[in-house]
């Protein structure tokens, strides 16, 4: 089966973003960019069904400026067979991704779609959703383990209060939550291998896809800031405080 | 124009995070109607038709919507979501897998997770694990809204007397079926619903030692929360996880014990009302955001609180 693999270029899990002064947008001048945590387990799920034998090609994709050809290479050097950016300068919101990926999934037929359940930069958890939607392909959302059989794929999912599994027809979308699976890293040889690989680019005008955006950010401003604490010296000081100061226990 | 809330329920009992949601759309307007779709759900419809401001109850109760599956609700929602102006349910489990295909069969953005309503078209969410608030404002003609519950009191639950209609729809498209389900059972409350939180991190060292907290929860009626460190090394199960991929928490007592603070995690629970971190770290970020805090050994100050109290 082939496998497409979409990945987000966003700033790296580790960087604490401040909003700009003018509150125009955060402020992401010299952070560190990296592949979205969670697209990073899709792509790691994808290679493993392919060492498996159950998955014959993985193709990642990325949507945005040519900069995402950075987290493409990546993608390649883990073990994607190639890759496809979706060239553009405007910032795609979810519906207008799905609508990409859509008109890509036409063109290439893959039989599954494994993708981060939620970027970290706009934590929206919209996009495998929405394609799948687009699509009318069953979704496994927030998988944390899946096993394909007979034209069928098992996705166990983490809900609020447990675990779900659910069987799907495939073609079906897939979308990660963390415990999936633990993604390697990308050895020297295979960086230098990745940069062979096949790399297409495209553009939304080419898909005949129109992504404009629907949502207008109007400000992005800081969050309210908490007053400073007090450290305590004891446990009694503790409770003393919790009673009679706060008085959130009795 | 109304707005629809889709209720939020297990078939046998109304979850509290309805409330929250209906204040929100309260919020965006007067006419409100409340979709609960499930499957011999009377006792949902029930307590549903009790909350006042709702002008009527719609309900899809067939054996294709038991499960809750995506694709199926998905599909009820959008065929009758088009008569609506606003579309809210709420950002649990359930809320975040079908709303994005409801938004997508409208053709519409979908707005996730507000904690806050400035107009009919204009709402406030955060992003970067809640680092920045943005303020955001959609020209779609159908607002398709999930909603943070700890952004919005709950309402009334009684008082009210809307009437039912059923509605005679079955979107089964057939391409899903639900396996199984493993569902933690607890005598505890539920972690978004508890008015006190204690949750063990790293620090905890073993899945055994989180029997230090239960001593406490017990006492106190808490609910127990873990940090993603704590998941991730394999000492308590995922559905126990606070932070920007878990569950967002906002209790009035919050109590962080052996979790260093890390971005994810301050992003589930940073609104609590009430701030206590254990660490015998003095440097450990968690500190910055709390309101007391104890620089101890949690093994010493763990038995030492939970005699105390």
Not at chain 1, 154 to 162: A, F, I, L, S, Y
Not at chain 2, 138 to 156: H, L, M, N, Q, Y
């Amino acid at each position: 089966m082939k496998v497409l693999v979409p990945i987000k270029r966003v700033i790296d899990f580790n960087v604490k973003v401040r909003a700009k002064s003018d509150e125009t947008g955060p402020d992401l001048t010299n952070v560190k960019m990296a592949i979205n945590p969670f697209c990073e387990i899709a792509v790691e799920e994808a290679i493993r069904l392919k060492e498996a034998g159950t998955a014959q090609e993985v193709i990642a994709i990325s949507i945005g400026t040519n900069a995402c050809k950075e987290q493409l290479r990546t993608a390649l050097a883990l073990g994607a067979d190639r890759a496809i950016l979706v060239e553009t300068e405007i910032e795609v919101e979810p519906l207008g991704v799905a609508k990409l990926l859509k008109a890509v999934v036409e063109r290439e037929q893959p039989e599954l779609i494994i993708l981060g359940k939620q970027a970290i930069d706009d934590d929206s958890n919209q996009t495998g959703q929405m394609l799948a939607s687009l699509l009318s392909y069953p979704q496994g959302t927030f998988a944390s383990k899946i096993k394909i059989e007979k034209g069928k794929i098992n996705v166990t999912r983490e809900v609020d209060g447990g675990l779900q599994t659910v069987s799907l027809d495939l073609p079906a979308v897939v979308t990660t939550d963390l415990r999936l699976n633990e993604p390697r890293y990308a050895s020297l040889p295979n960086i230098m291998k990745a940069k062979k690989k096949p790399f297409d680019t495209l553009t939304p005008e080419e898909l005949n896809v129109d992504a404009s955006p629907r949502i207008e950010i109007l400000k992005v401003s800081p969050p309210p800031e908490r007053p400073t604490g007090i450290i305590v010296n004891s446990v009694d000081e503790l409770i003393d405080k919790l009673k009679n100061e706060a008085k959130v226990i009795s | 124009m109304s707005i629809l809330v889709i209720a939020e329920h297990d078939n046998d009992e109304l979850k509290g995070a309805t409330l929250n949601t209906i204040t929100a759309a309260k919020e965006i307007g007067p006419d409100i109607e409340l979709l609960v779709v499930g499957f011999s759900c009377d006792a949902v419809v029930e307590k549903a038709c009790l909350i006042p401001g709702i002008s009527k109850v719609l309900v899809a109760d067939k054996e294709t919507y038991k499960n809750f599956l995506a694709e199926n609700i998905g599909s009820l929602i959008a065929e009758i979501g088009s008569d609506y102006s606003h579309i809210l349910a709420s950002a649990t489990s359930n809320g975040k897998n079908f709303m994005p295909r409801v938004a997508a069969l409208l053709d519409v953005a979908q707005i996730s997770e507000i904690i806050s309503v400035l107009s009919e078209d204009t709402f406030e969410r955060p992003i970067y694990a809640g680092n920045c608030i943005a303020t955001v404002k959609s020209s779609d003609s159908i607002k398709v809204i999930t909603v943070r519950a700890t952004g919005f009191d709950d309402c009334e639950s009684e008082g009210g007397s809307a009437p039912r209609e059923n509605l005679d729809l079955d979107t089964n498209l057939g391409i899903s079926i639900f396996v199984r389900e493993e569902i933690a059972e607890s005598d505890r409350p539920e972690l978004t619903a508890a008015d006190i939180v204690i949750s063990g991190g790293r620090g905890m060292q073993s899945g055994e030692n989180f029997s230090l907290l239960e001593g406490i929860a017990d006492k106190l009626g808490a609910a127990i929360g873990a940090s993603r460190a704590a998941v991730d090394s394999g000492f308590v199960p995922n559905d126990m996880q606070v932070g920007q991929t878990g569950k967002i928490v906002a209790p009035n007592l919050y109590i962080a014990v052996g979790i260093s603070g890390a971005i994810q995690h301050l992003a589930g629970m940073k609104d609590s009302k009430v701030i206590v971190a254990i660490n015998k770290d003095a440097d450990a970020p968690i500190f910055q955001v709390a309101d007391y805090g104890l620089v101890a050994d949690l093994f010493d100050a763990l038995p030492e609180l939970e005699s105390k109290l």
